[in-house]
């Protein structure tokens, strides 16, 4: 059959390994043909399996050979420095409260240190950087490994093939339709067993016992893109197969939506709710910049969803591009773990990436496949049912975010008469732009990215609490000094639509942030940047009873049919008039917060419930790069808890049962 994402080894020794799996195959054949039907009731797996222990030895033995490429590269050994996680000192033990301490560790996270539990005021937290330098720092060495390895002729020429091959398994993926694709109620799933007879590698006679033993195999589940593959892995980590493919329609050009995907800034600009890392380690296209026809590279990514709860998703993949007829393209991304096998590998992408076909009135069909493996032992149980679903990662969260990219260009570029209260120029495109990089820096502290330093809050009822530290003098645009940042994530009874509703209103604003109860609200100015009414850039006055201006806040809020955001940062009333009369907005300070809504699971469920990410950055000059004192962190555990308590307590008000 024509070879998939997981291109077979040329050497001989890997030719024999396929060998010895034919004649075993065969021999059932044989048997098959002499006497009953019992030997063809064994699975695809359980014939595989046979082999695998051949292929372990084919892997171990290429591991061998990369370490030995690159011994004599230069590279920094990193030695952690202190414990994992935050330091908890026992100032004065706080007794007698009842807390069972096996059964408090139990709840930790994978390699949480110890924690003794002590009253909130009594708690310190000190030890941030040490295990996220040392992740950064794995992630370089990584980085260089396949960096130099992608420079031989032999690997580029590989490379190459893979992704040709990947970019025709994602053509014909997109078109496809049943038996490929099952229509189920949520959208389509792929037919695991249908894409193994077509892509998978292997040998005509495996086809035969495929068909003959279909209906013993573990049938597709039509109601979720997962799946345990019955091919043998190449990883000793159980992977579960993920797929969903979802099309829109955008008024723009394809030549500009492959630019968006091929150029890095774009990229990280247009994803960084998705993308917290994406380098380019090689660049092997012979074309002229700015030409992505046959356009080819090699990159380190990292995928994320909006908590750090929620491990990232890390790989480095090819991505190719090609114009395949006019007005048609295609852009692939295919994983670099068939050619750079890692046994200990948590997250394969197989080819996925999209389609972009000119329509005319100067539209484009977007048809997006996204098809990978993934490890999710570490998920935990609140997200289990969203991330298993395929949601989470899915060909429709991708889409989601072009569209609103290009909604928001689109708003941007009319010039339309302005409707009471709206932003106008000379300082609506330097507003826009301050909230763009305000959504940025909110994403950039949501997720589990390498580098952020997340630590448990060791404090009873804090085991979804993380917190970390920013320094004003880390990154330009913050303000100066020490910020803790403090997230958490929390079930809400209540559908996604409602939540955002209740969220970005100003109206319903004092009833969920506590630093606004008592004052007043307004909305003074605002710009939309979508379809829905919510999706808009808006100034917030908080004023005291005595009409005093308390703080000036700017919010950005939109929603899109996989996920909603309300991110919002105070900002001094001096540079606001400076930026609404044209002055630039790229070095003013801000500390984002906000939230994430995502369903709690698969969107045909109806959305019986939200998860609700929250983020909150605070100014604390008594902390410091390390350190965490006690009454700061009783402030901020109290901020998170007291808000998520009263987002699930306005869910329940009548007032709002029913909307």
Known sequence: MEGGLEASGSNGEENNIDDDLNMTIREILETKEKGSDDDLNMTIREILEMNSSLRYEEIDRELKEMKNFV???????????????????????????????ENSMSSSPPLAPQIVQHSILDTEVEDFGSLSGARMEFDRASDLLVSVSVGTEENKQKIADLSSAALKELLKMAKEKQPLWQDCIDGEVLNHIEYTKQFGQIDKTVEKIMRKTEETLLSPNLGSPRHISALPEESRITLYTEASRHTQFLPADPV???????????????????????????NLSTEAPGNYDGALQVMAVEFNAPSPLLPTRECHLARHSKQLATGIWGV?????ESLFPNPLIRYRRRSSG????????????IIWVEHSEADDSSVPEMFQALVTSGHAYGAKHWLGN??????????????????PGEIVSPGRENVLCLAERMMRKFWANLSDSSENTWRPVPLKGAENVRAMIRSGEDEEGRPPGTAIVIATSVWVPASPRRVFDFLHDEHTRNRWDILTCGHVVKETGHIDNGCDHGNRVSILEVKSPEDQIVVILLQESYTTFTSSYVTFAPVEACTLDMILNGGSPDHVPLLPSGFSILPD?????GGSGSLVTMAFQILDNSSSATYIPPDSVATIFKLVTETAECIKAAMFSPSNLGT
């Open 256 to 282: 500009h939506i492959v630019e968006l995907l091929m150029d890095m800034n774009q990229y990280l600009t247009v994803f960084s709710s998705i993308v917290s890392r994406a380098t380019i380690l090689g």
């Open 71 to 101: 011994e004599d590269v230069p590279t920094k050994r990193v030695e952690p420095e202190g414990d994992l996680g935050f330091q908890a000192r026992e100032i004065d033990s706080f007794s007698g409260s009842g807390r069972d301490e």
């Open 354 to 365: 999209c389609l972009a076909q000119q329509l005319p009135n100067g539209v484009t069909k």
């Open 332 to 336: 692939v991304d295919v994983s670099l």
């Open 402 to 419: 072009l569209v609103r990219q290009c909604e928001r260009l689109g708003y941007i570029m009319a010039r339309s008469d302005p409707k």
């Open 601 to 605: 699971g698969p969107i045909r469920d």
